[in-house]
């Protein structure tokens, strides 16, 4: 049984629900008709285009194309790490960019071979749409994990020269804060595992299911999606951290401010 088709008409019914929040706001000064508006635009804009876009890509199917696709789209999750997280894109897209290339081409490689056993590792309708999946979970992870790591240095600078001064070594000195930062950014991914199914049922399950897909097809899917939403935000993560530090630091473990947006613009 294929998936109930929402027709053009249907999808204007739907949007009429966007009046509901624009009345909310309006009465409750909340500030966010133009924001609802814009973003509400710009959604239909993208997904219209990408909607054609994956048509095109999926009838097409070729591999070198695919693979550049999925190299735009690590560009576009590391300039929106590096951006959003307020450090200088100059010094750090080359760690960045190889922390999300390792982390997440890896995982979908072993995942195509082993887990679905596709034949064509790199076909579109799997590749593109899984390979997004874990590059967006792992971008949130980037961001927590960086933010926090060189925000918490910046904030405890004495504290972390103090150590340096008893004699750590560097990577002994950041140790701390690399971990601190490394489980800020996998808690929401250990608790999305820990209650998927309890709590909700996650978009790629419900959206097989109307698809036609059985329930039991659709929640072995889910779990593997799972694991490999997790897998490739600890890949990304950890390596993102560490990766970035060789660039972040002179020889004697101090911080460079230059890799802050605020004292190199």
């Known amino acids: 049984m294929d998936a109930v088709d929402i027709g053009y008409l249907s999808l204007v019914a739907c949007f009429l629900l966007l009046v509901i929040p624009l009345l909310v706001s309006h009465y409750l000064k909340l500030g966010i008709i133009h924001e609802t508006i814009v973003s509400a635009s710009r959604m239909i804009v993208q997904l219209a285009f990408v909607g054609v876009f994956l048509t095109v890509l ?32 100059r010094k750090l897209l ?19 071979a082993f887990v679905v056993n596709l034949d064509h590792l790199f076909d579109a309708r799997y ?10 979970n792992s971008l949130r992870g980037n961001i927590v994990s960086i ?35 490394l489980n800020l950014a996998l808690k929401p991914s250990i608790a999305s595992m820990s209650t998927i199914g309890l709590v909700a049922l996650p978009g790629m399950m419900t959206g097989q299911i109307i698809a036609g897909s059985s329930p039991i097809l659709a929640i072995k899917y889910q779990m593997a999606i799972m694991v490999g939403i997790y897998v490739s935000t600890v890949m990304t993560v950890a390596i993102g951290i560490f990766m970035t530090m060789r660039f972040s630091f002179d020889d004697y473990g101090i911080l460079k401010e230059d890799v802050f947006k605020s004292t190199s613009s």
Do not use: C, Q
């Open 127 to 136: 590749l593109i749409p899984i390979f997004g999946m874990f590059l967006g």
């Open 147 to 181: 933010s926090n790591f060189y925000d918490t240095i910046r904030r405890n600078e004495n504290r972390y020269l103090y150590s340096l001064s008893l004699g750590a070594k560097k990577h002994e000195a950041i140790l701390p804060y690399a971990r601190k930062s």
């Open 94 to 112: 080359l760690p960045t960019l190889a922390s999300f290339i390792i982390g997440n081409f890896l995982v979908i490689l072993y995942f195509n």
């Open 58 to 89: 999926f009838d097409l199917n070729n591999s070198i194309v695919n693979l550049l696709w999925l190299l735009v789209m690590v560009l576009a999750a590391t300039h929106s790490t590096i951006n959003d997280v307020g450090l200088d894109l």
